[in-house]
Every structure is written in structure tokens, then in C-alpha cells.
């Protein structure tokens, strides 16, 4: 860069070349800001000297909600909905199932503690997010931030009374942001997560939200439940 920039400012003097240059940087700035999709960006930022290339590609499923959940159901095919029915009825056969909301039904801090109970039980120690102090304690303070704004979709399913399971999502832009979840190992073969996926979804129907994004990577319950996908690219861009 020095022999360029040299030639720049012996050429055309400090000022012009230095303007030239935050030009440009506003045009890169805006394309990467405004790009609608991965050719607009990778031509527009090429176009003022940047190189992109692809690191990594992650499948992102998502569900569009129609305004009633019956809605949903019947856009699925019928092996679909068979198959929820059984599940979720197999589910229903065992008591009363409930929905708490924090901070609405419950304290931000005494459902955070039974989302982490829960998040262990299903990944073990260690696993998951939740995987150091650091990481605990920064969730419960995110938990009360979004809490003020409206954001935080903190739930527990009680079964019988007894909480059974925790998500731990968002809700902004009129969409539900699946994030982290757990259940009792004791209870998984009535398929705790997605009966509680489904309730959510459906309550977001409720809500008026148009969609539940499941966020990155790919699981075989994403693909059944959802109604699209779209791909998260992870890039590296250098000027050579």
C-alpha cells in the first residue's frame, strides 16, 4: 500500500487522494449494508477492490405461520400431519400440559435457572451453550434486557405441574428466533422438543408473527417442520 499511496498523493496531493478514499470506503460500506443478496455483494464490494470467498455454507430452515395454526397444519402433507397428531396426542394422554411465560407466569430468574436444569439434562455436562460462567451469565443478563423490550421468549412446559422443558428464543420483527432449548432425558421418548417447538409456533400464530427461524444448522426436525430454507454464508474478504 505505501508505494500506491504514495504515487497517489504525489500525483493528485493529499486531499484529492484521501476523499478518493473515503469514497470509496462509503460505497463498500453501503453495499455491504444494503446488499439484498450474496451476487450483489460479492460484485459490489469486487467493484471497489474487495475480494470475497466462501469459508462455509449453513442451511437455515425456517416455518412461515399463516394466521391460524390449522393453516399450517393443512399445508403439510398428510404423513405429516398423521404423524404430529399421534405425537402430539401420545403427549396429551399424559396429563395436563401448560405453557409459563416470563416474566408474565414466572420470575426471569427462576425460569433462566430451569432452562439451564433442563439444558443439562439433555446435553450433559458441559455441553450445549451454556458451557462456562462467563456464558451463564451473560444469557441471564440478555434474558432481563430483552425482557424490558418485549423481546424474550422465555417459556417452561409444566406436565401434571411439573416443568419438563424450557426454550429459550426471541421474538423481534415480527418473527420468533429459535435459540436454545432443554428437557427431562426422563421424558424423551414423548418427544418433549418437538411438541414444545409446536406449541410455540402455534402461539406465535396467535401473536401475529409471520415466521419461526430456526436459525443455523441442519437437524432433521428443522426440515420436517419448516416451510423454506435460506443458506448463512461465512465469508473472508481481503483487498489484494
Known amino acids: 500500500m505505501q508505494i500506491p499511496c504514495g504515487?497517489?498523493?504525489d500525483h493528485f496531493g493529499p486531499r484529492r487522494t484521501v476523499t478518493g478514499m473515503l469514497i470509496l470506503a462509503t460505497i463498500g460500506g453501503a453495499i455491504f449494508t444494503l446488499a439484498p443478496n450474496w451476487p450483489v455483494l460479492r460484485e459490489g464490494l469486487?467493484?471497489?477492490?474487495?475480494t470475497l470467498t466462501v469459508q462455509k455454507e449453513v442451511p437455515c430452515f425456517y416455518a412461515t405461520l399463516p394466521t391460524v395454526w390449522a393453516g399450517y397444519l393443512e399445508a403439510k402433507s398428510q404423513h405429516f400431519r398423521k404423524r404430529w397428531n399421534n405425537t402430539r396426542n401420545r403427549f396429551h394422554r399424559e396429563g395436563t400440559v401448560a405453557l409459563r411465560f416470563a416474566p408474565q407466569d414466572v420470575p426471569v430468574d427462576e425460569a433462566y435457572a430451569e432452562l439451564l436444569r433442563l439444558h443439562g439434562d439433555r446435553w450433559g455436562e458441559g455441553g450445549g451453550g451454556f458451557r462456562s460462567d462467563a456464558k451463564i451469565r451473560f444469557h441471564r443478563e440478555i434474558c432481563h434486557r430483552f425482557a424490558r423490550q418485549g423481546w424474550l421468549v422465555l417459556?417452561?412446559?409444566?406436565?401434571?405441574?411439573?416443568t419438563v422443558a424450557a426454550r429459550y428464543d426471541f421474538r423481534y420483527g415480527g418473527k420468533i428466533w429459535g435459540n436454545q432449548g432443554g428437557w427431562s432425558s426422563e421424558l424423551q421418548s414423548l418427544k418433549l422438543g418437538e411438541n414444545f417447538i409446536a406449541q410455540l409456533m402455534e402461539w406465535g400464530t396467535g401473536q401475529g408473527l409471520a415466521e419461526y427461524d430456526f436459525l443455523g444448522g441442519a437437524a432433521e426436525y428443522k426440515e420436517r417442520w419448516s416451510t423454506g430454507g435460506r443458506t448463512m454464508l461465512e465469508v473472508e474478504g481481503f483487498s489484494p
Open 155 to 162: 417459556v417452561l412446559m409444566t406436565l401434571n405441574g411439573k
Open 7 to 9: 504515487f497517489l498523493f
Open 46 to 50: 469486487a467493484s471497489v477492490g474487495v
